[in-house]
């Protein structure tokens, strides 16, 4: 079970490879590409955090150092608060400790945090050098380390710096989930059910025939294969047709315009963005059944899938709608006053739409009420 | 007396004015482009240093609100050692104070460390946003503000952050080198004179035609025109050609590859960059005379330009060929174990040569010594 899906991007295209035990084989791939995606002799530094590097690390390590790296590492502290200029500051140390040229490259272990610096530093080291992303959270490979936006968070807000630097290679080993907490794995799972409705209906009949999709453990190894294959085509497609996000890309929002206001509202305390997106993407369906874009049996069949994920549909308790509505005209996709909204028109469709009145966004959100 | 060059990138190409007064017209040179190259109420951040704010900034900022747009500064400390993250997280505050959006710009007012500094800032707010350059020192003018390599330092090295981002306008004032410090002029010149060497004989026979070259107001208006126009086309040209420094932008090392070993050498103290790549120049002139590549009468004519300049032809007291020779083979322009020279071949024309023998190095370095 060894998948490739190619991102034929014009100055950088490049493979993601969907791969049990793919860990051990980065080096070998790397090297073993005609011409080689990384010469041999190279220097490599590894970037991760102690979690995923106490797992997966030193497999990592070993499988590059025998395909004739000369590899070091650096051991990022956890968590999104940590997405810092200052952790990115860090990788630039080990850089030049570690000596890295023009023709080094930086490997990412770990989820999107881990991803979106080291990238951001592979872009700005020596104004440019080769990052490789091996994702290791659910959201990570289906979403981060996809479509070359890199960046850190400014103290004031999230994902201000950064810059676009697609990665030489994508290498996803779904092994690796079996340790990701649950919570973070459904989250993703939001993100996925997204593109199947936005994208890719196959992709959806797929969820569909899942018995559970709450837990990696209930996931038969070859639909978990093909969740991701599906998920990053899904990514890429998008990615590829609209690389610097000029248009098309703005689809992949479905669920976040309000999803963003309430993880924000929220103080992005007690809930996760996955589980925003979720209760955005139910709301934004009822805006889309009300507006006549979409059927209602579809709708409710979404609805299944993320209950099935075992993600929240309904508003959470004490975070009043007037609330929700105040904040998304401030938001960053308002046009002109109106709030911007992605709606499906079918399962594996969608559009975008400036033309949802605030009272419909109001009298849907009263009946998501917890 | 106002000229434009084009710079003919494929995916960002811009313009390069020079003109006297250029800086009351910025605004409305932005605002007139068709279609315009900023859209009038965006917000513009200028970003300058003390120095350059108090003579220029005034100026700048009125040509901009006349131009109808919302204007704010940031003024940072002057000199390479600002030239750090740290300067640029205040502009990224600034940027975030000032809410910058997709479709904002920053201008650039200053030196090549100002240049710098704000194209990056520039290349990696909100993943990249628009940056004009309006160079004040004649380095700036004639080099940093042209061909998009921006970028600070790291506390162990100089410009190893950094990214490429292209200018969408540069705005040259040649006024406003009659606040330039002297030394600051004369340090460009010996850029100007290695344009003329490796790339327009015409430019180079300008240049002999000044009675003096060491001080800004020596020079004719419509001399100094005619050499920031050459010099600008010079760079933009080898830009144009290699814009992500792949081989022919190599040749602008001509005289850096001694120059830099000096420098270094020297701790950047008591030299400036300038002088010491007029030295390399030198030094790189005798090897092409030896080599055969290069006239002897040639040679000598680019040693009297530098002479007028009043820039240093000789290697300062007290530092040691052998140290230079042995920083060389440490030096990034290494191949394969051999320095990597740039060699003039006439008045105009240069080449890259890594077949430069070490004893060779060494004599005329020998005969070098103050
Ligand atoms: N660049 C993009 O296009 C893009 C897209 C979406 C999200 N993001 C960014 O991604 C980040 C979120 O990514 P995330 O959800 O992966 O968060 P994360 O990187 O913080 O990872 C979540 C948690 O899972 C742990 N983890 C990851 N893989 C594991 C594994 N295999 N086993 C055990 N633990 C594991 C991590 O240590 C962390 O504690 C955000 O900063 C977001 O802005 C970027
Ligand atoms: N990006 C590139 O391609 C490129 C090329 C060459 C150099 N550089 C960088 O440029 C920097 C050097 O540039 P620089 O020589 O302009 O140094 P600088 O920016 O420090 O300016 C030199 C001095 O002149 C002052 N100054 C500038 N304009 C003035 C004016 N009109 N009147 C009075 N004072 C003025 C400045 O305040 C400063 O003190 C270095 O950091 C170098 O790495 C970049
Ligand atoms: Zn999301
Ligand atoms: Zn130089």
């Known amino acids: 079970m060894k998948a490739i899906i ?4 014009p100055q950088a295209a490049y493979d993601i490879v969907v791969a049990p035990a793919g860990l051990d084989h980065l080096g070998a791939w790397l090297a073993a590409a005609e ?49 810092t200029l200052r952790s990115v500051q860090k990788i630039y140390d080990a850089a030049l400790a570690h000596r890295l040229e023009r023709g080094s490259a930086m490997v990412a272990l770990g989820g999107g945090v881990i991803g979106d610096m080291t990238g951001f530093a592979a872009a700005t080291w020596l104004r ?10 659910l959201l990570a490979m289906v ?8 960046g850190v968070n400014h103290p004031q807000g999230k994902n201000l710096i950064g810059a676009f630097h697609q990665p030489r290679l994508v ?18 799972m939001a993100e996925i059910i997204k593109y199947g409705v936005i994208w890719d209906g196959e992709l959806f009949e797929g969820l569909e025939a899942a018995q559970r999709l709450d837990q990696v453990r209930y996931l038969p190894p070859e639909l978990l294969q093909l969740i991701l294959q599906r998920s990053c085509q899904a990514k890429a497609d998008v990615v590829a047709q609209d690389e610097k996000e000029a248009g098309l890309r703005a689809i992949l929002n479905y669920g976040h315009t309000i ?13 996760n ?42 508003i959470p308790a004490g975070l009043a709608s007037d609330d929700i509505v105040a904040l998304l005209s401030t938001d960053k996709k308002v046009q002109d006053g109106r709030v911007r909204f992605v709606l499906p028109k079918g399962i594996g469709q969608a559009d975008t739409t400036d033309a949802v009145s605030e009272p419909l966004i109001r009298s849907v959100l009263a009946a998501m009420a917890a």
């Open 6 to 9: 190619s991102v034929p991007l």
């Open 35 to 83: 011409p080689p995606l990384l010469k041999s002799g190279q220097k490599v530094l590894v970037v991760s955090n102690p979690t995923v590097f106490r797992h997966y690390g030193q497999r990592v390590l070993d499988s590059l150092q025998q395909a004739g790296y000369r590899v070091s590492h650096c051991v990022l502290p956890a968590g999104e608060r940590y997405k």
């Open 128 to 137: 440019g050098i080769a990052v490789v992303q091996v994702p290791t959270s």
């Open 143 to 150: 979403d981060a380390a996809i479509g070359g936006k890199t």
């Open 171 to 188: 290498v996803i080993d779904p092994e690796v989930l079996k340790t990701l907490p649950a919570r973070e794995f459904r989250a993703a």
């Open 259 to 271: 999803g963003h206001a309430i993880e924000s509202l929220m103080q992005y305390r007690g809930i």
């Open 273 to 314: 963005h996955g589980e925003a997106v979720a209760i955005g993407m139910v709301a934004a369906a009822a805006i889309a059944t009300q507006l006549g874009w979409w059927d209602q049996a579809e709708a409710d069949r979404q609805h299944q899938l993320l209950v099935k994920a075992a993600l929240p549909t309904q």
